[in-house]
């Protein structure tokens, strides 16, 4: 028989392990961002990534927005030093 909890690897282990598997690709995404905006003649000081991320059942991870199509806002801050001129 085996025990219903395991010790040393209980769920949540198990889950978190999922969770990173699931999330992984996440990476090369936010990477391809990242060059992107520093390859940029004047690049901000500060992006922001947000998207939203549905993981079926399968585990399979998928961006998404509130009404089921792929969503992504990427937001940039400059912070401006001295005084403007017009």
């Known amino acids: 028989m085996t025990p219903v909890g395991r010790a040393p690897r209980g769920a949540a282990a198990l889950a978190v392990e999922g969770l990173q598997a699931v999330l992984r690709p996440l990476g090369p995404l936010l990477q391809e961002v990242h060059n992107a905006v520093s390859a940029a003649p004047n690049p901000p000081d500060e992006i922001q990534v947000q998207f939203g991320v549905q993981v079926g059942q399968d585990l399979k991870l998928g961006i998404v927005g509130a009404n089921g199509q792929a969503s992504m806002t990427i ?12």
């Open 75 to 86: 937001s940039a801050t400059w912070q401006l030093s001295g005084s403007r001129t017009a």
